[in-house]
């Protein structure tokens, strides 16, 4: 009789770390940031048709790096999973507390379970009708989920990024100051122009009507940069 081929779980996990860290890494990376009137995300993204960065619900924002599909599968789930609750009570009682505590639920019992864990990073951010309001949730791939402020990270190389973001920060950024923060911050220690064709902006804008999400086109950046 052969011996069962055994792993111990602290190896099994780790395994299972390293291998999602890996493929995260693959990815560009997404910064999210505070400005004076909401929340901006801004993403290294060559595709035309594919987004990081997406709606949910009416003050609510998605964006993930990592795997596409399987960060647009959580999407989807998390749209679906709003509507119903929206329309079963109310629209106020949709927050992104509540969704980024699901996903991390979902991303930990695939990630203990399953032979593959997911390999994204997520975020959900809610603008709020005041600055001190605003939520931002930064989920990873074992479940882990961080309540942030005032900027966040998600994939590639996070120490240049972070060394470019608290250098250029400070409190009631316009739009545009965010917008090139975040961008040129992406770019970490490399000294190439901004790329607008591979930007990708979203932004949750707290004076708008209901629906707060809005998607920056190539013009507008183009104004910008």
């Not at 708008?208 to 507008?220: G, H, N, P, Q, V």
């Amino acid at each position: 009789m052969t011996t069962p081929f055994y792993v111990s779980p602290e190896q099994m996990m780790k395994d299972r770390a390293d291998y999602a860290r890996k493929g995260i890494a693959r990815g560009r990376s997404l910064v999210a940031i505070e400005y004076l009137d909401g929340i901006v995300m801004v993403a290294e993204n060559p595709s035309k048709t594919l987004n990081k960065i997406s709606e949910i619900y009416d003050r609510i924002a998605f964006a993930g790096v990592g795997k596409y599909n399987e960060f647009q599968m959580l999407r989807n789930a998390g749209v679906r999973l709003a509507d119903q609750k929206g329309y079963a009570y109310s629209r106020e009682d949709v927050v992104a507390n509540e969704l980024a505590n699901t996903y991390a639920q979902s991303l930990g019992q695939v990630f203990t379970n399953e032979m593959k864990p997911f390999e994204v990073e997520i975020l959900v951010a809610q603008v709020g009708k005041a600055s001190s309001e605003d939520e931002i949730f930064h989920i990873l791939y074992d479940g882990t989920v961080m309540d942030v402020e005032d900027y966040c990270i998600l994939g590639g190389n996070k120490d240049d990024i972070e060394a470019k973001l608290s250098a250029g920060f400070e409190k009631d950024l316009t739009l545009t100051q965010a917008i090139v923060l975040g961008a040129s911050s992406l770019r970490g220690n490399s000294e190439t122009d901004i790329d607008i064709a591979q930007l990708e902006v979203g932004y949750l804008d707290r004076n708008a009507t209901r629906r707060c999400f809005k998607r920056m086109k190539k013009d507008e950046l183009e104004e910008i940069f």
